[in-house]
């Protein structure tokens, strides 16, 4: 376990770096042109985006951020 000691500052920073490449897969995950197997590898990479910004946003941004179990298992 490893621990980090940021200010409301970087916190904020962080949350958007975040967020903004969770809403490039979201973007790139509804490209029909892109290959199934290449979805499945940037649905792993969201889940641990997710994971991370659970730690430094607040529920209410996180439930926008949510993903059903139905999204991340469609064949695209």
């Known amino acids: 376990m490893l621990g980090l000691l940021v200010n409301e500052k ?5 949350e ?11 973007f790139d995950l509804k490209d029909h042109r892109i290959d ?6 940037m649905e792993e990479r969201y889940k641990i985006l997710f994971t991370l ?15 059903s179990e139905k999204a991340g298992s469609k064949k695209g």
């Open 53 to 67: 910004f659970r730690r430094v946003s607040s529920p209410n941004e996180c439930l926008k951020y949510m993903r």
């Open 16 to 26: 958007y770096l975040i967020k903004r490449e969770m809403d490039e897969i979201l």
């Open 10 to 14: 970087e916190i904020k920073e962080m």
């Open 36 to 41: 199934h197997v290449v979805k499945r590898a």
